[in-house]
């Protein structure tokens, strides 16, 4: 079985094929603790263009995922 991850993820990739499968595994894992939670919405975070942080975040709707670019 596999357990969860520690929040916030960070992402790094060299190329896109890594990096999405990295963030498709961070968001389903954020995913998971935010049901479990229940009150918590997704924010994926582009820190620059190769680096993203996934976390659960109070300002995002509890079952929406949003985006933001900081850079």
């Given at each position: 079985m596999?357990?969860t991850m520690d929040?916030?993820?960070t ?6 094929a ?10 389903q894992?954020a995913?998971t603790q935010a049901?479990?939670e229940?009150c918590?919405?997704?924010?994926v ?8 942080t ?5 300002a995002?709707p509890?079952?929406l995922?949003?985006?933001h670019?900081a850079?």
């Open positions: 596999k357990t929040l916030p993820v992402v790094r990739a060299t190329d896109r890594s990096m999405e499968r990295q963030l498709d595994e961070a968001v894992d995913l049901m479990h229940g918590q919405g997704i924010l975070t582009q820190v620059d263009p190769a680096s993203f996934v976390d659960l975040s109070d995002v509890f079952g995922t949003r985006e670019r850079w």
